[in-house]
């Protein structure tokens, strides 16, 4: 890497941010495409987002990320949302246009370039979403965008699933539907068995806690086909190893977790990353990741 005055500054602001992977994947970008840019993180202590994007706009910052817990508050912040930001109601890529700070969603794009690149297509198929919350929304949204033909709702806090549900339906042609949790959990009936590709959207399984999965016992594990779990942390898990033994294709969220990096990265230097560097990084963070 050699930095110097035309090295065009790239970051992440979050709080924490320490622990990300994040310019491990974008400084890798950079040093197989010949781009001179860097990425760095920058901690951003609660109540001081609105200074740090003024900042950020200040210093003539190229490219930013945008994470947790700030993907919502940083919309009133820019100067124009890309139409998939806004009707997720949540961002995590800011790109600098014509000195305009731009939003957009690519964990949405990211999670769509990771099915694609497992070879999963969504049109016209029933999903099961597990879980409510922001990431869920994004999910939901992506699925209406990609042309499901069913959207099957569950959570822990029922409400939660319904006003989902209820979001999506106003928005798009896509039927819908909220679930109650035990019934999914009891796996029975033929709209269970219709729900061929399932996202795991919660935080159940997360590291530390990865013998738990959200479904428990649940029947649904000798229909799903394909199951996505948005975690990374563990690459595989409790959800994943249940659906993969009996039969199902177990997709790890780091594959959403590096296609929203790329989705940035080509937003940010106007590139499209050439299947070779895309398929070597890709390896290498995997690579990494395992270790
Ligand atoms: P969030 O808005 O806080 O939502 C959390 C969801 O988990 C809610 O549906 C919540 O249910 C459910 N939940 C939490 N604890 C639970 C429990 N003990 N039992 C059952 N359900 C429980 O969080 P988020 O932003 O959507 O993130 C959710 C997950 O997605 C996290 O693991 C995050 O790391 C992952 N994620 C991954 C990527 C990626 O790039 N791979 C990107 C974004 C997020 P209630 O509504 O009932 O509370």
């Given at each position: 890497?050699?930095?110097?005055?035309?090295t065009?500054?790239?970051?992440?602001?979050?709080?924490?941010?320490?622990?990300?992977?994040?310019?491990?994947?974008?400084?890798?970008?950079?040093?197989?495409?010949?781009?001179?840019?860097?990425?760095?993180?920058?901690?951003?202590?609660?109540?001081?987002?609105?200074?740090?994007?003024?900042?950020?706009?200040?210093?003539?910052?190229?490219?930013?990320?945008?994470?947790?817990?700030?993907?919502?508050?940083?919309?009133?912040?820019?100067?124009?949302?890309?139409?998939?930001?806004?009707?997720?109601?949540?961002?995590?890529?800011?790109?600098r246009?014509?000195?305009?700070?731009?939003?957009?969603?690519?964990?949405?794009?990211?999670?769509?370039?990771?099915?694609?690149?497992e070879?999963?297509?969504?049109?016209?198929?029933?999903?099961?979403?597990?879980?409510?919350?922001?990431?869920?929304?994004?999910?939901?949204?992506?699925?209406?965008?990609?042309?499901?033909?069913?959207?099957?709702?569950?959570?822990?806090?029922?409400?939660?699933?319904?006003?989902?549900?209820?979001?999506?339906?106003?928005?798009?042609?896509?039927?819908?539907?909220?679930?109650?949790?035990?019934?999914?959990?009891?796996?029975?009936?033929?709209?269970?068995?219709?729900l061929?590709?399932a996202?795991?959207?919660?935080?159940?399984?997360?590291?530390?806690?990865?013998?738990?999965?959200?479904?428990?016992?649940?029947?649904?594990?000798?229909?799903v086909?394909?199951?996505?779990?948005?975690?990374?942390?563990?690459?595989?898990?409790?959800?994943?190893?249940?659906?993969?033994?009996?039969?199902?294709?177990?997709?790890?969220?780091?594959?959403?977790?590096?296609?929203?990096?790329?989705?940035?990265?080509?937003?940010?230097?106007?590139?499209?990353?050439?299947?070779?560097?895309?398929?070597?990084?890709?390896?290498?963070?995997?690579?990494?990741?395992?270790?």
């Open positions: 890497m050699n930095i110097s005055g035309k065009k500054l790239l970051g992440l602001i979050g709080n924490p941010v320490e622990h990300s992977f994040s310019p491990f994947i974008h400084n890798m970008f950079a040093q197989e495409l010949g781009i001179d840019s860097v990425y760095t993180t920058f901690k951003v202590e609660n109540g001081e987002l609105g200074n740090a994007i003024k900042g950020a706009k200040a210093l003539n910052i190229q490219g930013m990320n945008v994470t947790v817990p700030y993907k919502m508050d940083v919309l009133a912040y820019m100067d124009e949302v890309d139409s998939l930001a806004e009707h997720i109601g949540a961002m995590n890529t800011i790109v246009r014509d000195n305009k700070f731009i939003g957009y969603n690519t964990d949405a794009l990211g999670l769509k370039g990771s099915l694609e690149h070879g999963v297509n969504l049109k016209g198929e029933s999903v099961l979403i597990i879980g409510a919350g922001g990431a869920a929304r994004a999910v939901a949204v992506m699925c209406a965008d990609a042309g499901a033909k069913l959207i099957a709702i569950t959570n822990r806090t029922m409400e939660k699933a319904e006003a989902l549900a209820s979001y999506i339906d106003e928005r798009y042609e896509v039927e819908t539907v909220a679930l109650d949790l035990e019934l999914v959990r009891a796996g029975e009936g033929s709209l269970m068995e219709s061929k590709i996202f795991q959207t919660t935080s159940v399984g997360m590291s530390p806690n990865i013998d738990a999965d959200p479904l428990e016992d649940s029947h649904y594990y000798d229909y086909k394909v199951a996505v779990d948005l975690i990374y942390n563990p690459t595989t898990t409790k959800f994943m190893e249940k659906a993969s033994a009996k039969g199902a294709k177990a997709i790890s969220g780091l594959g959403m977790l590096y296609f929203q990096a790329v989705k940035a990265y080509e937003l940010w230097n106007d590139v499209v990353i050439p299947e070779t560097v895309l398929n070597k990084c890709y390896k290498a963070f995997f690579e990494k990741m395992a270790r």
